[in-house]
């Protein structure tokens, strides 16, 4: 494998081991070291490759932001109607590569650094203005009183956070199809709460 072709092989097996080892140790307990053995490469080369282990963290939370903006692009790909593309916004969050324990734990680790870190707060802050961005550009379409669709989006985001974190200190394995009927249904409530007495037709086309 070429030289390069092999450092972001290398990078890319530090970052799924990163997510792992927070998952297992907890990111305060959890050393390059730990995480280079995980991954099969030495803590000199991973110290190389990204410099600290808060490095580290604030790389593989730019992965896991990719991945999720990957996610979404490929659910928006399949919706033809603003109500579908909330409902893809809700199904890349809660996707089989999203919602599972080990990206949940991570997740949970950059929340508490945020407290601390000004590049992992920044960082959720980019992920908040996403979302909410997201979410409000097709509300607008769904809900018609001035300020409903910022309202409804921030609404849905936070719903969607805090299940995350539900799932985070809770027991037993994820249940996405629970979480996003939760979302769903919010959604709806906030779709019909807008709508005219004399509105006919399906309800929220999905």
């Not at 579908?84 to 919602?99: G, K, N």
């Not at 802050?125 to 300020?147: D, M």
Request: charged share 25%; proline share 4%; net charge positive.
């Amino acid at each position: 494998m070429p030289r390069i072709g092999m450092e972001g092989a290398r990078k890319r097996a530090l970052i799924s081991a990163t997510v792992e080892t927070i998952h297992e140790c907890g990111f305060c307990d959890a050393t390059v070291a730990d995480i280079a053995r995980r991954a099969g490469v030495s803590g000199g080369l991973a110290l190389h490759y990204f410099g600290s282990k808060k490095s580290l963290l604030t790389e593989t939370m730019r992965h896991l932001l990719a991945d999720l903006a990957r996610e979404l692009k490929e659910e928006r790909e399949k919706a033809h109607t603003p109500r579908q593309r909330i409902s893809a916004v809700i199904a890349a969050s809660f996707a089989p590569s999203q919602f599972r324990a080990p990206v949940i734990s991570a997740w949970l680790a950059f929340y508490l650094q945020a407290e601390t870190d000004p590049e992992t707060q920044r960082l959720l802050q980019v992920y908040h203005r996403w979302l909410i961005s997201n979410l409000t550009h097709e509300f607008r379409t769904c809900v018609h009183r001035r300020g409903s669709a910022k309202q409804a989006a921030e609404g849905t985001a936070a719903l969607i956070d805090g299940l995350w974190l539900q799932r985070a200190l809770a027991k037993g394995p994820a249940d996405a199809r629970t979480a996003m009927r939760l979302v769903e249904d919010y959604v709806e409530r906030q779709i019909e709460a807008e709508a005219p007495t004399t509105r006919g037709g399906p309800k929220g086309q999905r």
